[in-house]
T-cell receptor
Framework: GESVGLHLPTLSVQEGDNSIINCAYSNSASDYFIWYKQESGKGPQFIIDIRSNMDKRQGQRVTVLLNKTVKHLSLQIAATQPGDSAVYFCAETLIFSGGGADGLTFGKGTHLIIQP | DGGITQSPKYLFRKEGQNVTLSCEQNLNHDAMYWYRQDPGQGLRLIYYSQIVNDFQKGDIAEGYSVSREKKESFPLTVTSAQKNPTAFYLC?????????????FGEGSRLTVL
């Protein structure tokens, strides 16, 4: 099937700086997107989601932006902390269009490294 | 606390042996999933189940088998037919039976074939 990809495998930022993690998706029919955080040796944890009828959604220190024109998704993390070090995955699915019963399609992930 | 429990966390297997990974959830979710994760890769879907006694193949089902006899349990058997079974296996569940949505993951099981 179509895949979701990420632009950079590793992103290194200084503690306290803002981070932007990017994701390009290829299935223009996808209508629901999620960002997950995976710490080493653990399962992914939900961070934030966004539906295709929105272009921005904010959470606590995180913001997800969706640009359907260029099929691009980004995750912004404000004032990064050491605990933000992890691999971040974007994922897509068809949830509101009658499809997607087989779960999410995941990108390969970006490893965020926080420099002290 | 509600959640998804996978066991064992680490498992070693000799070539030619079948192994079964356990996944239990007490979230009352209808849908359950098994994913495989390899280093530097995204998650790939092995099998999923939307309802008890029913399951479907995912993208990489060959060499694996599952059962869904109870709503809360979805064990995965890695058979000797799986050519490259060493990987990190993740079980997930979702409250939406018909369509995909937010997945809740377990802590994973790391299988190593010796």
């Amino acid at each position: 099937g179509e895949s979701v990809g990420l632009h950079l495998p590793t992103l290194s930022v200084q503690e306290g700086d803002n981070s932007i993690i990017n994701c390009a998706y290829s299935n223009s029919a996808s209508d629901y997107f999620i960002w997950y955080k995976q710490e080493s040796g653990k399962g992914p944890q939900f961070i934030i989601d966004i539906r295709s009828n929105m272009d921005k959604r904010q959470g606590q220190r995180v913001t997800v932006l969706l640009n359907k024109t260029v099929k691009h998704l980004s995750l912004q993390i404000a004032a990064t902390q050491p605990g933000d070090s992890a691999v971040y995955f974007c994922a897509e699915t068809l949830i509101f269009s009658g499809g997607g019963a087989d779960g999410l399609t995941f990108g390969k992930g970006t490893h965020l490294i926080i420099q002290p | 606390d509600g959640g998804i429990t996978q066991s064992p966390k680490y498992l070693f297997r000799k070539e030619g042996q079948n192994v079964t990974l356990s996944c239990e959830q007490n979230l009352n979710h209808d849908a359950m999933y098994w994913y495989r994760q390899d280093p530097g890769q995204g998650l790939r879907l092995i099998y999923y189940s939307q309802i008890v006694n029913d399951f479907q193949k995912g993208d990489i089902a060959e060499g694996y088998s599952v059962s869904r006899e109870k709503k809360e349990s979805f064990p995965l058997t890695v058979t000797s037919a799986q050519k490259n079974p060493t990987a990190f296996y993740l079980c997930a569940s979702s409250p939406l039976a018909r369509n995909g949505g937010e997945l809740f993951f377990g802590e994973g099981s790391r299988l190593t074939v010796l």
